[in-house]
């Protein structure tokens, strides 16, 4: 990632935990990961104050009732993973051995396309919120 620039997340808070921990579980590598925390810029915040609404977000600010609105070509429906606390526990039961081996590949591959779109939905939405 290197060690300038701005790291854009929806919900910065958890990410930013995620980080904390993973510092915490590896000392050795504590210094370059708390270095990461202060350049989190968060996505999310332009629809929690309400500085970009619409009506069909429905009150939320949820990637998952903005993405649709904003950029009606992309949906989470048809992913094998579609929501962040989804893909946590995939990952979670993994990292406790509780997924078995001829499992994995297809939970590996789902989280893989998990995140690659929920980084898509992003930039197409920062475009949009930068007029771009």
């Given amino acids: 990632m290197g ?4 790291i854009v997340a929806w919900y910065m808070s958890y ?26 810029r968060d996505l999310i915040v332009p629809f929690q104050k ?10 939320s600010a949820s990637i998952k ?9 992309l949906s989470y429906g048809d992913l094998d993973i579609q929501e962040g606390t989804g893909a946590s526990l995939a990952y979670e039961r993994w990292m406790m051995g509780q997924t078995p081996d001829e499992e994995w590949k297809k939970t590996y591959d789902a989280l893989l396309k998990y995140c690659e779109f929920d980084t ?9 919120v930068k007029g771009v």
């Fill in 3 to 6: 060690n300038k620039g701005s």
């Fill in 50 to 59: 309400g500085s970009y609404a619409h009506p069909d977000f429905h009150g």
């Fill in 120 to 128: 898509l939905a992003m930039v197409e939405i920062l475009k949009i």
């Fill in 65 to 73: 009732k903005v993405l649709p609105v904003l950029v009606p070509s």
């Fill in 15 to 40: 990410e930013k935990m995620v980080i904390e921990n993973m510092a915490a579980d590896l000392p050795e590598f504590a210094g370059e990961l708390e270095a990461l925390l202060p350049r989190f």
